[in-house]
């Protein structure tokens, strides 16, 4: 299993995405195309989960470029929506 490797991770606090590489699923591809192949898949590739509104979890791979996804449009409507933060002062 995933969570089992001790290769630098910590395997014994549970996250969302350590939960979803835990399922039947993942093992049963682990299964069919084997560790060296999957611990590939991991740690090279980008791989997204999608999510009940639509949008996609980031499991595995680099962060998006700031802004991908999104439309010009959507930064108008988020500025309206939400009013600036200030970060907390020391």
């Not at 991770?9 to 350590?18: D, G, L, R």
């Not at 939960?19 to 084997?34: D, M, Q, V, Y």
């Not at 590939?40 to 499991?59: C, E």
Request: charged content about 20%; proline content about 12%.
């Amino acid at each position: 299993r995933v969570a089992e490797d001790r290769g630098g991770h910590c395997p014994n606090y549970a996250s969302t995405t350590v939960n979803l590489l835990n399922t039947p699923g993942w093992e049963l591809l682990r299964s069919r195309i084997g560790s060296a192949a999957m611990v590939n898949l991991l740690t090279t590739g980008s791989l997204l989960s999608p999510l009940p509104n639509g949008s996609y979890l980031q499991l595995t791979g680099p962060l998006p470029p700031v802004g991908f996804g999104r439309s010009s449009a959507d930064d108008g409507k988020r500025a309206e929506a939400e009013p600036a933060r200030r970060p907390p002062q020391p």
